[in-house]
């Protein structure tokens, strides 16, 4: 719990320092019409194809998933989340969904390991791509609108992440 709420706050605190800047930023850019944060989004709006390199490094790759599938099964257990503090609820459906998607984990890191070919038909099933401009359409906002959305969302996960996390430490 300690260590999701302390990556959680470094994300936060990240998302923050980059709204602030794209809010700064916003309508600056050399091509009419395009700010910072429109700029920014078209960067990450295109495809980054990493098949070919994980297929040639698919040992590699595949260790990494079964290792971090391990780490987290036995963080897990190992902070007996399936027991919940409170006695039964929603804490143990989380705790229950987070092991058996981490035994999927595990198994796709077998796959990756041994035979990622077998996964072939599954990523031309998945590998599809929707655009940000797929999501948007007719509902153009001003570039400094959205920083400052993404402004207020980064700081409010900031300062809860950042009570929780102090309520923790202090327990």
Request: aromatic share 8%; charged share 15%; net charge positive.
């Amino acid at each position: 719990m300690l260590t999701t709420l302390v990556v959680v706050l470094v994300l936060a605190l990240a998302l923050l320092a980059g709204s602030l800047v794209l809010l700064v930023t916003a309508g600056h850019s050399g091509e009419p019409g395009r700010g910072g944060l429109d700029q920014a989004l078209h960067e990450l709006d295109r495809q980054w194809r990493i098949e070919r390199w994980i297929y040639r490094h698919h040992r590699l790759f595949g260790l990494l998933v079964v290792l971090t599938a391990l780490a987290c099964i036995w963080q897990l257990l190992k902070l007996e989340l399936a027991a919940s503090p409170t006695g039964g609820g929603a804490w143990d459906a989380i705790a229950w969904l987070l092991l058996v998607g981490q035994a999927f984990n595990l198994a796709v890191g077998l796959v990756v390991l041994t035979r990622p070919s077998l996964l072939k038909p599954l990523e031309t099933l998945t590998n599809r791509w929707h655009s940000f401009s797929d999501f948007d359409t007719g509902r153009s906002m001003p570039p400094r609108l959205k920083a400052l959305l993404l402004f207020l969302v980064a700081a409010v996960v900031a300062v809860t992440s950042g009570l929780l996390l102090l309520r923790t430490l202090a327990l």
